[in-house]
């Protein structure tokens, strides 16, 4: 697959999520619906971590977010464990879509080059190996943002 290609999906999908949020009240976004362990604002906080790690930290460029925000979206976090507010819902929704223009820019036609970091836990080779697990990561969190999206549309508080 091209660097285009891939790209275009990344961003493709990162569009979606940014859409979905933008149709949804404010007060929705800290409500935890029933069956789900965590809330849209704790999604898009994750979503932008993960995403952080994944390509800019595993490429070896280098974290483009506070260290902070691992302690409010990394894997095994949640909203009920936040002892501070973590950033605002706009301000990860601006992140979002600067990381998204960043990441089309920086790598288009760089998607061969090897990974550099030294802590590189997936054993990713070049930075398009990155972006597999990336893509798959955007998409599951596009589904569970949708159905969470869903619920609270249906459910008027």
């Known amino acids: 697959m091209s660097d285009r290609f891939i790209l275009n999906l990344f961003a493709d999908l990162r569009k979606q999520i940014l859409n979905i949020m933008t149709g949804l009240p404010e ?29 800019f930290v ?29 950033p605002e819902v706009h301000i990860l929704e601006k992140k979002l879509e600067e990381q998204m223009l960043v990441i089309c820019e920086m790598y288009d036609g760089n998607l061969a080059e090897p990974v550099t970091a030294k802590d590189n836990f997936l054993q990713a080779r070049v930075i398009g190996e990155l972006f597999y697990v990336l ?23």
């Open 58 to 86: 595993l490429s070896g460029a280098g974290s483009r977010i506070p260290s902070s925000y691992g302690t409010f979206f990394a894997t095994g976090t949640s909203p009920s464990n936040w002892s501070e507010q973590p």
């Open 135 to 157: 893509i798959a990561h955007e998409s599951t969190h596009l589904g569970m943002i949708t159905a969470m999206a869903k619920v609270l549309h249906a459910n008027p508080e």
């Open 27 to 55: 007060n929705k976004l800290s409500l935890v619906p029933e069956g789900f362990n965590n809330n849209l604002h704790w999604q898009i906080g994750h979503v932008l971590t993960i995403t952080n790690d994944l390509i």
